[in-house]
């Protein structure tokens, strides 16, 4: 069983479009994250959720949106998608303060 | 957060052990020592952790200075399969929940 999975694997579009990136993890975790890992390969934070509820929100342009519809779901959501948004995207999951981070497969995104 | 140092780039033979090194001179006493690796075209995983003792695990062994201003994480026996780029991360758990990846050192293993 996939334990932290990402729809869809890679998106394509144009800019200015507005596109989602889904993410499901089955470990019973209470907290997801977003990670943007660049072109040069540099991952950061975007944000993360505990139980539903905004824990982090990193300097992020307000065009990303997240969602968490429950605790096994966090979904971004991307408004006028630019350039400068491809980027792999990686859902993560653990428990509140755990060492560990279990990370999806990652979204490859290409606005072009 | 603290930052830390890792070289850019590392090489090793299969089946020798590996040495990888982190600087965090400036680690607090709260900051737990994580390691993550990322294997090609995958998301991040858990390898080690410490807060001041050395710790091992099935993966690998991570040794802390006395000091705690550096750490190594030591793989006994590289494969194949450990050519990845690995990351030394500091975290503070009272602060914050989230880890901040630096840019890691790619190691490349030599059959």
């Known amino acids: 069983d996939t334990a932290v999975s990402q729809t869809p694997k890679y998106l394509v579009t144009q800019m200015g479009n507005d596109k989602s990136i889904k993410c499901e993890q089955n470990l019973g975790h209470d907290t997801m994250y977003w990670y943007k890992q660049d072109s040069k390969k540099f991952l950061k934070i975007m944000f993360s959720?505990?139980?539903?509820?905004?824990?982090i929100n990193e300097t992020v342009p307000n065009r990303f949106s997240p969602k968490s519809p429950d605790k096994a779901h966090l979904n971004l959501h991307i408004n006028s998608l630019e350039l400068g948004d491809s980027a792999v995207y990686f859902c993560?999951?653990?428990?509140?303060?755990?060492?560990?981070?279990?990370f999806g497969p990652g979204t490859r995104l290409t606005v072009t | 957060d603290a930052k830390t140092t890792q070289p850019n780039s590392m090489e090793s033979n299969e089946e020798e052990p590996v040495h990888l090194p982190c600087n965090h001179s400036t680690i607090s006493g709260t900051d737990y020592i994580h390691w993550y690796r990322q294997l090609p075209s995958q998301g991040p995983e858990y390898v080690i952790h410490?807060?001041?003792s050395n710790v091992n695990n099935r993966m690998a062994s991570l040794a802390i200075a006395e000091d705690r201003k550096s750490s190594t994480l030591i793989l006994h026996r590289a494969t194949l399969r450990d050519a990845a780029v690995y990351y030394c991360i500091l975290r503070d758990v009272s602060t914050g929940n989230q880890f901040y990846f630096g840019t890691g050192t790619s190691l490349t293993v030599i059959p």
């Open positions: 959720y505990n139980n539903k509820e905004l824990i």
């Open positions: 410490g807060l001041t």
């Open positions: 993560a999951s653990s428990l509140l303060n755990s060492y560990e981070q279990y």
